[in-house]
T-cell receptor, first 113, second 112 residues
Framework: EPEVTQTPSHQVTQMGQEVILRCVPI?????FYWYRQILGQKVEFLVS????????KSEIFDDQFSVERPDGSNFTLKIRSTKLEDSAMYFC???????????FGSGTQLSVL | ELKVEQNPLFLSMQEGKNYTIYCNYS?????LYWYRQDPGKSLESLFV?????AVKQEGRLMASLDTKARLSTLHITAAVHDLSATYFC????????????FGTGTRLQVTL
């Protein structure tokens, strides 16, 4: 079965540094998302992306965050200047239509020191 | 603001028993999802419920949706140890793409 892949699986960074989390969504999917989950807490929506632009974003997704689809396969999340509270598991997801299930990647565990 | 509440938050049950997890949400929605998460792992999609009265079943799990009551249930029949995981419901507001609001999760532990 096709799957969403994310790299790296773990990322450790110093506060104030920039990080880029990478995702390869399922190839024929059109909608792409980033969610995050702080340890032991619920999953939170960050942003959705369709037709090369952001379609929705949450309050968490402030000016420090950006997303990009630089080519036909990758989907990236950039955090410009990381904070301690950005430490979380970041999940990429995709689907073909908005009323279908989201396929989630295995996540990137980001630790900001 | 959409709020999604699940109960119970933690459920310990014996193998062979039946139980139901409840998911309540606060405003009109046209899509409700159930996901399973094993510790340290990603989210596995279980069900997508799109209309009032929708019922879906897969193995020992059955999900239903009552949009008028703003309630979804996940029923477990004759639980087995392999079902031990955290189960999340997630709701999309009517008119939004797939901005899902997740519930707090129900941690299910099935004991032998």
């Amino acid at each position: 079965e096709p799957e969403v892949t994310q790299t790296p699986s773990h990322q450790v960074t110093q506060m104030g540094q920039e990080v880029i989390l990478r995702c390869v969504p399922i190839s024929n999917h059109l909608y792409f998302y980033w969610y995050r989950q702080i340890l032991g807490q619920k999953v939170e929506f960050l942003v959705s992306f369709y037709n090369n632009e952001i379609s929705e974003k949450s309050e968490i997704f402030d000016d420090q965050f950006s997303v990009e689809r630089p080519d036909g396969s990758n989907f990236t999340l950039k955090i410009r200047s990381t904070k301690l509270e950005d430490s979380a598991m970041y999940f990429c997801a995709s689907n073909l239509r908005t009323n279908e299930k989201l396929f989630f990647g295995s996540g990137t565990q980001l630790s900001v020191l | 603001e959409l709020k999604v509440e699940q109960n119970p938050l933690f459920l310990s049950m014996q193998e062979g028993k039946n139980y139901t997890i409840y998911c309540n949400y606060s405003t009109t929605s046209d899509r409700l999802y159930w996901y399973r998460q094993d510790p340290g792992k990603s989210l596995e999609s279980l069900f997508v419920l799109l209309s009032n009265g929708a019922v879906k079943q897969e193995g020992r799990l059955m999900a239903s949706l009552d949009t008028k009551a703003r309630l979804s249930t996940l029923h477990i029949t004759a639980a087995v140890h392999d079902l031990s995981a955290t189960y999340f419901c997630a709701v999309a507001l009517t008119g939004t793409a797939s901005k899902l609001t997740f519930g707090t999760g129900t941690r299910l532990q099935v004991t032998l």
